[in-house]
């Protein structure tokens, strides 16, 4: 091989290693793209109008409306509600079908559904949300989902928990840094019962490991719960760590309601 041949197959491969650092560059810089003056002059007009039942958007798909009342809680110190946060959830819902080879395959179960399995606080009930997820509804099986996520609210706090299929793991992220092994087990139980329900088969999801998330980033005052858990929500579904912290939250509620308002996550 001549000196030339030797440097033009260098020159490729730096290219190429060049061009898989910028789209990992690329990757990590999506969930901090700043905001247009558009965008902040659009939520900020959102925000203070003062009909606070104006419908503002509706999304056809789930029949959510978000009232200028709802999407005010997105507003600095605000407590999410659901309508918000569902609403969201079914965002990046469409962003992965949109875009399927951008993001993990997974499930977003509403706040509603751990209320709905274990029946309000009585009692674990899978035929209260066995028909939650037919074929015919969501047109796939859990069991062929990496992740799964389970939004819960407990008394005036947002968690999440999460059915890691792909690492073959129940996963239990509090904002505060608690953990909660009850709904763990609530949802090892669950997922046995779906898979056996939709496919007739059996899986040892016992046998999976049950954990807590190291150097979860977490919240530094009494409010930001709800935020925590979409944006843990968000990066996951890319396949990214955690790579953010208390200080990003002023912009993460700026950019939640901008893309509830053109009903698009980006």
């Known amino acids: 091989m001549c000196a030339s041949e030797g440097r033009g197959i260098l020159e490729a491969r730096f290219r190429n290693e060049l061009s898989r650092l910028g789209m ?11 905001l247009t003056n558009e965008d902040e002059d659009d939520v900020l007009h959102a925000m203070k109008g003062v009909r ?28 999410l509600n659901d309508d918000v946060i569902n609403l969201y959830l079914e965002l990046l819902k469409e962003r992965e079908k949109r875009e399927p080879r951008n993001y993990l395959k997974c499930h977003f179960f509403n706040t509603f559904f751990y209320k709905r399995l274990i029946s309000g606080g009585k009692a674990y009930d899978f035929k209260a949300v066995k028909r939650w997820t037919t074929q015919r509804k969501i047109g796939y099986g859990l069991i062929e989902c990496d992740k799964i996520f389970v939004p819960i609210h407990k008394s005036k706090h947002w968690v999440l928990a999460i059915i890691n299929i792909k690492e073959q793991k129940f996963q239990y992220l509090d904002s505060l840094g608690g953990m909660d092994k009850t709904v763990l087990r609530v949802l090892v139980k669950y997922l046995m019962d779906e898979v056996k329900d939709k496919s007739s088969k059996q899986i040892d999801a016992v046998s999976w490991k049950q954990e807590t998330i190291k150097n979860l980033p977490l919240q530094e005052n009494g409010y930001d719960c709800g935020m925590f858990m979409l944006k843990y929500i968000d990066f996951y579904s890319r396949g990214l760590d955690l790579t953010f912290g208390q200080e990003h939250m002023p912009y993460f509620r700026k950019r939640t309601a901008k893309e509830i308002l053109r009903l698009r996550a980006d």
């Open 52 to 79: 606070g039942y104006e419908v503002l958007v509706t999304h056809k798909t789930s029949s959510i409306e978000i009232t200028r009342e709802l999407l005010q809680c997105l507003r600095g110190g605000g407590w």
């Open 24 to 34: 990992q560059f690329q990757d990590l810089h999506k969930p901090f793209v700043p």
